[in-house]
Structures are given as C-alpha cells and as structure tokens.
C-alpha cells in the first residue's frame, strides 16, 4: 500500500499530521466496503431533444480511489458540480458514458445505498438541537442496535469527532457556518458511507473553518471512505490534506492524479510553477489560457499520465487485496436497509413534536389570528344568522370565514414548506426513510393544530353571529371549516413543493380568486354563460354554500 506523509509543513509552517495512525477514530464509523469508483467518457446534455442543445460534460474521465480524499477543481461553470450529481446518480438522464464501483457496473438504486451526496446548500432542521439531529440520523439509519443509550453513543463518538462536543445542545440555527457543514457531514456519515461526495463543503467558511471541515473529511478518507469534494482555490494548507486530483475545465477532465504528480505534469509541457505560488491557482491559470505555452502538448502529456495512473490503480494490489471485489455490485452493497415503516414514524414522529413545540411563533401566531378573526367576526355579522332581512350579510359572513380558513392556512404552508421540503429531499434521496412514512406523519403531526384552530374560530363565529342553535347544522358547519383548513394548507404545501415561495405567493391567489368567482356567492349557476358552468363544478367553495 502506498505509504502516507508521516506528516507535513504547511504554508506558514505548522506540522499537519497525515499519519495513516490517524484514522476515523472509531471503528464503528469505518464503511462497510472499500469502493473504487472509476468513470469513463461521460458525456451530459441538457435539452438535448431541442435544437438549443447545450453540452455540459464531454468525455469526462478520472477515479475516486477509497482510503483517499479527492478534490476537483476548475473555473466556474466548468462542470464540477453536475459530473458529481451524474456521478452520485442523482443525473441519469441524457448522460453517456460509464460508471463503475470495484469494477463492476453499478445500478443507480444500489449505488445510493452506499453513497452519500453533500450538495452546497445543506438542508437540516433548524429547530433540532446538535444532540437531537444526529440522534434522529442513527435512529432512522442505524440498524441492529437496540435502546436510547446506544444510540446516544454514536452520537457522542461521531459530535467528538466533528469537534462538536461543546455544541451539543445548540440549535442548528445558531450554529456557526463552518459547525453547521461539519453537522450535515456527521449526519452522513452515521451509517458508514463507502462514498461520500461533497460539492463545495467550504464555502462561505472562513480559512480556519474551511481547514476544520478538510481535516475531517481527511480523516473520514482514512478511515476506508471514499472521498471527493468540489473545492474553490483550496488554500496551501488544505492542498497538503488532498491526496487525488481532477481538473476539469470546459466540461472536459483536463488531469486526473494524485496532486503529488501535477507539479510534474505541469514541468514536463513546460509549465513550471512559481516558488511559494498556490498550485491550485497555478494549473487554474494554466488550464483557462492565463500562462503563456503549449496548451495542447499539456493536455497530451496529462491524457497520457492519466490513463496510465487509471490503469496501475485498477491493477494495484491495493485494490485487489483491500478492497472488497464482489462478483456482483449488490453483494457489498448489501446494507443499509430501511427500518420498519412504523420504526421510521415513531422516530419522524418525536422530530415533528420537537418541530412543533420549539415553532411555537408562528403556531401561536395561527392561533391567534383565528380568535381575533372570529371576534372580528362576530363583531361585523353581529347576530346576522338570527336576523331574515340580513341573509346578504349572513350570505358575507359565511364566504368570509371559508375565505379566510382557506388563505390563513395556505399562505403560510407555502412559506414554510419549501424549507421542509428540502430537508425531505435530501434525507428521502439518501434512503433514510420511505415516502409513506414521511407522508403520514406529516399528516398526523398536522392535525391537532388543523382540527383546534379551526374548531376555536368557528365555536366563536357561530355564536356570535346567531347562527342556529342545533347540533347538526353546528357539526356540518365545523366540518366544513375543517375540511377547508386542511385543503387550504395541503395546496399551499403542494405548491410550495412544486415551485419556490415567490412563484407559490403569487399563484395560490392567482388559482383561487376565478375559483372564487363561480363559487355561487357573487353569480348564481344558471346565470353563469353555459360554456364557462363547467367551472362552476370545480370551485370547492361552492359546494361549501350548498
Ligand atoms: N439545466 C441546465 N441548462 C442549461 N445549462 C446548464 C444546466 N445545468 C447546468 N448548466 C450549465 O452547465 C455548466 C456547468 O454547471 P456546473 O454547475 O456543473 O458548474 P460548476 O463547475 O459547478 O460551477 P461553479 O463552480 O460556478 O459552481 C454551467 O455553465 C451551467 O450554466
């Protein structure tokens, strides 16, 4: 095996320990099989059944090697960020090109099994304490152990290896942009990742945050993990953590090696990096045409080294020996399973209680502006229900409060689920829990607050408003009012999940208003010109006046 830098000097100076003495120090938290992942040629399209077809990725080569921490790099709208989505499969469609773990083909629902991916803007639950989101993580993700106590030890050993010990029971949303990266990191890595894939882990972190989260995902690589991150003019410091290189410029892989071997890569076409120069900012200088020479005798020279480099690393007896080499993709990829669809409710379950009692703002404000409506109400329709010659008012009264159940709980779903939804995405595609799980608890968490609320503000409405006094038409009332709530709220979040809030804000209003129109308060159905009555049939608000 290729022997690790005891240790090194970085640009000001200071000893970094690079020992292969300090792996992840746990056992626990090492991958379940070694993974070398290989891809060739990979090309990626956009649009590509239309004329205005645009080539994203061209040919695109290069391996991510277990045990070692990868880094691509190149100018911005290179290619970074997509070659890793197609490579964590989360892009199938319109790609060429292979893909290959420990050799062999690997399927996309497979290979996420054991693969993680960290996109740029981390989705975590603001509301959850350090302790609370990795204990949620190991619940949902670790299987074969049983009691809170165990699980309070992943948590323990994985916080102190984040260097998170001392954040344990901060919020997420008070935590540090460089704490919060290593947090969304930590809760990955819970089930032993063989792969982990990172777009820009640094940015947005200052050099000793930045430094912080390389050192960790070193340490991560040297536990057995596969790793590979996008990173912007790495700092000399962090260069000496990076073991592999991929350079990609124009949607093309430009150099594919470990970073020991670039320095005379470079040299060999003539390009000799200046002393004390950054020699990432060196080849990126290079690569975009900044420095004077042979372009294209370097990237002859790099072709060459590369696929040489490619070849004596599928042929070295590291991986033939460490690595665990399956016959078939799906016999090491044989964990994690999901838990049992009533494991996963009981445990998103607790996280929506947590969610809910620590959101009290805006549950309290919800709450509130039912009880002043419906006082609001009642003030305006005073008595209307018991009065024959103001059926108009009472007529208002009753398109008010759908109106405003309707409104009052769409609009706020459409603010807040999107941030709901991105922690959803992120936790659903990396396997943690199945769909119905999410969904019917999603549900039952929701109920208490759809049911209350709407059951407050139409007791107080209905009363003072001099509705009539009997228990049929007061239950048909609240049902309606019930019922009103929880579509309300369920098309704000289905907007809010189909499209961002600025679009959401400005179509719940923009659907409802016509809807509104042919509901029966403002037009009777027979006056409606025949060709537009179909509409009439698909107001909802209409069939709550019947
Ligand atoms: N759906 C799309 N339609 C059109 N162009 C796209 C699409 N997706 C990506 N691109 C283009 O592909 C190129 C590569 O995008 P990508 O996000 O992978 O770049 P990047 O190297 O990660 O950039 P950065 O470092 O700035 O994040 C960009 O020019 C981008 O505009």
Redesign the pocket.
């Known amino acids: 095996m290729e022997a690790y830098p005891r240790e090194e000097l970085d640009s000001e100076g200071c000893t970094i320990p690079l020992t292969d003495q300090d792996p992840f120090d746990s056992n626990r938290l090492k991958p379940v099989a070694k993974m070398l992942v290989e891809f060739d040629g990979l090309s990626y399209t956009?649009?590509s059944r239309t004329e205005k077809s645009?080539k994203?990725l061209e040919d695109v080569s290069g391996c991510f090697r277990p045990e070692r921490l990868t880094t691509i790099i190149?100018?911005?709208?290179?290619?970074?960020?997509?070659?890793l989505r197609i490579v964590s499969t989360l892009k199938t469609t319109n790609v060429r090109g292979s893909i290959t773990v420990n050799g062999k083909e690997c399927d996309s629902d497979v290979f996420r099994k054991q693969a993680c991916f960290l996109p740029?803007q981390f989705a975590l639950s603001p509301l959850l304490t350090v302790r609370e989101t990795l204990y949620i993580a190991a619940r949902l993700k670790v299987q074969g152990i049983q009691g809170p106590h165990a699980f309070y030890s992943i948590v323990a050993e994985i916080a102190e290896n984040l260097n998170l010990t001392n954040n344990l029971d901060t919020l997420v949303e008070n935590l540090s942009g460089g704490e919060q990266k290593r947090l969304s990191i930590g809760v990955e890595i819970v089930t032993k990742p063989s792969i982990l894939l990172l777009?820009?882990p640094t940015t947005g972190l200052d050099s000793a945050s930045s430094n912080q989260v390389i050192g960790l995902l070193h340490k991560i690589a040297r536990g057995g993990c596969t790793v590979a991150c996008?990173i912007?003019q790495p700092s000399s410091r962090m260069i000496s953590q990076f073991d592999d290189l991929l350079i990609?410029h124009n949607?093309k892989s430009f150099y594919y090696g470990t970073w020991d071997d670039v320095f005379s890569t470079f040299c060999d076409a003539g390009y000799t990096c200046p002393q004390f120069y950054n020699i990432a900012e060196f080849v990126l200088e290079v690569v975009s045409g900044e420095r004077d020479g042979d372009l294209n005798n370097l990237y002859k020279i790099c072709s060459v080294k590369c696929a040489n480099w490619k070849t004596n690393i599928r042929n070295s007896s590291t991986i033939g020996t460490d690595v665990r080499i399956a016959s078939n993709c799906r016999q090491i990829v044989n964990k994690p399973k999901q838990l049992s669809t009533w494991q996963q409710q009981k445990t998103l379950l607790s996280r929506a209680i947590i969610c809910i009692k620590r959101d009290n703002t805006l549950t309290k404000l919800r709450f509130a502006a039912h009880v002043l409506v419906a006082f609001l109400l009642g003030v305006v329709f005073y008595d209307s229900g018991n009065n024959a010659s103001r059926i108009q008012s009472n007529i208002a009264c009753v398109f008010f409060v759908l109106l405003f159940l309707y409104f009052a709980n769409s609009m706020p779903a459409v603010q807040m689920f999107p941030i709901e939804a991105a922690v959803f995405l992120r936790e659903y595609l990396n396997n943690w829990y199945n769909l119905k799980s999410y969904f019917s608890v999603k549900i039952i968490s929701d109920l208490p607050l759809q049911i209350l609320a709407p059951s407050v503000f139409i007791a107080i409405t209905y009363y003072i408003t001099g509705q009539p006094m009997e228990c049929d038409r007061f239950l048909r009332t609240w049902l309606i009012c019930i019922l009103t709530t929880i579509l309300g709220q369920s098309s704000g979040m289905l907007v809010g999940a189909a499209f961002d809030t600025q679009i959401g804000v400005f179509l719940i209003p923009a659907i409802n208003m016509p809807i509104i129109l042919f509901a029966g308060f403002f037009i009777k159905f027979s006056e409606v010109t025949p060709y537009l009555q179909p509409l009439c049939f698909i107001s909802f608000f209409r069939f709550r006046l019947l």
Do not use: F, M, R
Request: aromatic residues 0%.
């Open positions: 956009v649009d645009k994203i190149g100018p911005s709208g290179a290619g970074k960020t997509t070659l740029q777009d820009e996008v912007h990609i949607g």
